[in-house]
């Protein structure tokens, strides 16, 4: 079937035709018959009020918001399982050598694992809860509930049960700091007598990001964010 013939029913292709067909030309790269497709469509004229857009990017700030803290919940749980799974093999091996030289020596270096271990889990908690108190700052700004556009989606309940666990074990934000600073590897020359502390995720920051992000996205949607 020649489909130069297929292409001049194109403009006869109802909406989800339509999409079906974009979807699957983009999958094999084909960018003319995208283009065909998109140019035959038929075209619509939409009014909306001056605050769809802000209305738009603040839905979807609050998806990639909820995305961003389920991707932060799973490496905080990640490193909760490492930590305890540390736990539980330096358990099992004292039992079984108890006391012996080997497990003495070893010690140290398994005592020192796991403290870097728990620190890891403190870092992650903490990346969470300055996520969750910067969303919380953005939407005090913007005089709105910073829950409501959240509880009603998948994995809310997720979030909501690992921000209990973390509010107990999270770094303040000078010991975040000091905690990359010990990740940090250690340069070749003389440290200098004074050193910075690494910059850390701060709330006020991720604050003004959402922010930016309304307004970025507002205005490359439909052109204005006033």
């Known amino acids: 079937m020649n489909s130069n013939n297929l292409t ?103 005592d020192t694992e796991g403290f870097r ?27 709105i509930d910073p829950v409501m556009l959240l509880e009603c989606l998948p994995g809310w309940d997720m979030v909501t049960r690992t921000e209990a666990q973390a509010r107990e074990q999270a770094f303040t934000p000078e010991d975040a700091a000091m905690f990359l600073l010990s990740e940090t590897p250690l340069a070749e020359e003389p440290a200098a007598e004074e050193f910075e502390l690494p910059q850390v995720l701060t709330v006020e920051g991720l604050a003004q990001d959402w922010h930016t992000f309304l307004d970025r996205w507002a205005e490359a949607m439909f052109g204005s964010s006033k």
């Open 8 to 110: 001049k029913l194109y403009d006869q292709l109802t909406a989800r035709e339509r999409l079906s067909l974009l979807v699957a030309a983009s999958a094999r790269g084909d960018a003319v018959d995208r283009q065909r497709l998109h140019g035959s469509a038929p075209r619509l004229r939409l009014e909306a009020p001056h605050h769809y857009g802000l209305g738009t990017a603040l839905i979807e700030a609050a998806d990639f918001h909820l995305l961003s803290l389920l991707e932060l919940a799973a490496s905080y749980w990640q490193w909760w399982g490492l930590w305890g799974w540390h736990g539980q093999r330096r358990q099992s091996k004292t039992v079984q050598v108890p006391g012996g030289a080997g497990d003495a020596v070893d010690a140290p270096a398994r």
């Open 117 to 143: 271990l728990y620190c890891m889990v403190r870092y992650q908690a903490f990346l969470f809860l300055t996520h969750v108190e910067g969303w919380k700052q953005f939407c005090c700004e913007m005089s």
